[in-house]
């Protein structure tokens, strides 16, 4: 080459370069050499995501660390990014002065010193409770009684929840101070559990209020730090949305919605206020309200889809229409195993459940009602096609949460043709094994919770979350893919079951879907919000059994890293 071919071509690779930086467009961060799952309707697999204004500003591959000049890269060094996942359904908790962890407990002994430690502490009289335990999780293989409870605090009362939230148990404190005795009869929608002596034994099905009612009221301001703690974990868990459970109109003006007697429970302003003060760094949140009555809900004024992308309302719930298996009380059509006779209960009839819908629906509602048994999803989807005949609304997305036992064909079709939708918590086959092969007939376990058949035989929309049994999307991805429980046991047939594939997407862009926020948030697609989270293994290639132990290594919101495991 002469020495004037060469500063030409020096020139001409000067300029390409230039023209290339000058074609180059900003964004805020870029993430390279990664595998992108996107949980788009494709399941595409890209390699690089770029982010501007909290937004996903591309997708692609190699191409876009050219085509983008960032403030940030991240190597992913052939990790995985994902939408965060987004849970349909869970229940947040804050730990109050005169709780316990019955959840951390291995055996009724550990439960025991707990509550010696907790009465040392507050002193005699004072309550004492607690959230969580599981008698499958702990080594006596039993529940916890009034004798136990007795035994570690016999000048304090006490009163337990278990996991789940349908039972409670109560020492003999617990119980005089409810003014239950052996003839005080079966409370409306619950159960009181008696010993052989038909002395009550402290267990209570469905109606924890009994005892939690007498328990001295918390104050929002005790209780904040720890709602707030409890949601930066689930970004630890890669949790960037979800459906709050457990909400209210009760703090909001009287005449407009709320009450006098303000209480310590989350609400819509609630929500908001902890979003403000966390500067926009906790997970986002989609709340349901439980239904206050006709008069209540209609002063509010405001109905689902209210709010911002930090803070949204919900549906009506998730006023439950039965119990649950953890009672069990859950409403069934057939009678439970060697319980001849014994069905569950409902809690409502068929005409005070429908006067509930038509007040929700005749305002703008969507529905998000608590239906576990067979009989108490039949009742509550007809009162939903009753009610959408009568008012007919486009695009409802009207839903029944947890849908543990599958109901008739007639019951599926009538879901199908109006368009109803489920919210379910693939996990409660993990952590309900036990319970299920003690209360379900052979039909019925097999196919309890079924991710499958809803969606592949009757079309109907699932979305997945994990109430709180536990809050995890790993154990839920487990269950849906594997049918499995602790045992190792699958259960119900192969249909009942959804690739990875599919079990992402129900965890992604489905919970996304049942807020209406389909089009923001749920895949990595551009436009949409950059919550994103890297995993250290890949779900879509490791053995199902590693998905209990993949960790999430970071976590953004708005592409602002908000959770970083492996930071110094």
């Keep these: 080459m002469t020495r004037i071919a060469a500063r030409l071509f020096v020139g001409v690779a ?74 349909s359904h869970l229940h947040t908790r804050s730990l109050a002065r005169r709780e316990i962890e019955p959840a951390k407990a291995q055996s009724i002994a550990d439960v025991q010193a707990m509550i010696r430690k907790k009465a040392a502490e507050l002193g005699p009289g004072e309550w004492i409770t607690g959230y969580g335990w599981d008698e499958a999780l702990l080594s006596d293989k039993r529940n916890p009684n009034r004798a136990d409870l007795d035994a570690a605090a016999p000048r304090n009362p006490v009163a337990l929840t278990r996991a789940g939230g349908h039972s409670v148990v109560g020492n003999s404190l617990a119980i005089q101070q409810a003014k239950i005795t052996r003839t005080t009869p079966e409370p409306k929608g619950g159960l009181i559990e008696k010993g052989a002596d038909g002395e009550p034994n402290g267990m209570i099905r469905e109606r924890n209020d009994l005892f939690l009612s007498l328990v001295p009221k918390d104050r929002w301001e005790d209780l904040k730090a720890g709602y707030m703690q409890e949601m930066r974990r ?84 998730e006023n439950p229409v039965d119990g649950g298996f953890t009672g069990p009380t859950a409403w069934t059509l057939a009678d439970y195993r060697g319980l001849p006779g014994f069905r569950g209960k409902g809690r409502y009839s068929d005409a005070e459940l429908l006067e509930l819908v038509d007040s929700a629906n005749r305002l703008g509602w969507q529905m998000a009602l608590h239906a576990i048994g067979d009989a108490a999803i039949k009742q509550t989807v007809d009162a939903y096609a ?17 849908f543990t036992i599958m109901p008739p064909d007639q019951t599926m079709a009538t879901m199908k043709k109006f368009d109803m939708a489920i919210a379910q ?54 269950a849906a893919v594997t049918r499995k429980g602790p045992s190792g046991t699958a259960h119900g047939y192969a249909e009942e079951a959804v690739t990875i594939d599919e079990a992402i997407r129900r965890y992604t862009y489905m919970g996304a879907w049942l807020s209406f926020e389909e089009k923001t948030k749920g895949t990595i697609e551009p436009g949409k919000l950059a919550d994103l989270i890297v995993l250290d293994a890949d779900p879509l290639l490791i053995a199902p059994e590693k998905l209990l132990t993949m960790r999430v290594d970071q976590t953004y919101l708005d592409g602002k890293l908000v959770y970083d495991r492996l930071a110094k």
Aim: proline share 6%.
């Design 386 to 402: 009753a009610s959408l005949t009568k008012m007919p609304r486009k695009d409802h997305r009207w839903f029944l949460d947890h």
């Design 234 to 317: 689930y970004l630890t868990l890669g949790i960037t949305s979800f459906h709050s459970a457990s909400g209210s109109l009760n703090d909001e003006p009287v005449g407009k919605g709320g009450v006098a007697e303000k209480d310590s429970g989350l609400t819509f302003r609630r929500f908001q206020e902890m979003a403000r003060d966390s500067g926009y760094s906790l997970p986002r949140v989609t709340m349901y309200t439980s239904h206050p009555g006709a008069k209540r809900l209609q002063e509010y004024g405001h109905a689902t889809g209210y709010g911002d992308a930090w803070v949204r309302l919900g549906g009506i719930g």
């Design 14 to 87: 000067a300029m390409t370069i230039a023209s290339a930086a000058m074609a180059a467009q900003p964004a805020d961060l870029l993430f390279l050499n990664g595998k992108v799952i996107t949980a788009d309707e494709g399941s595409t697999i890209r390699s690089a995501v770029a982010v501007k204004d909290g937004k996903i500003l591309a997708v692609g591959g190699p191409e876009l660390a050219a085509a983008y000049t960032a403030a940030r890269t991240v190597d992913l060094t052939g990790k995985v990014l994902m939408p965060g996942f987004n849970d």
């Design 425 to 478: 918590q693939p996990n409660f086959l993990y952590n309900l094994e036990g319970r299920y092969h003690e209360t379900m007939d052979p039909w019925r376990e097999d196919h309890n919770n079924s991710v499958g058949t809803p969606a592949h035989k009757f079309g109907i929309p699932v979305a997945f979350g994990s109430d709180n049994l536990p809050i995890d999307p790993r154990v839920g991805l487990y």
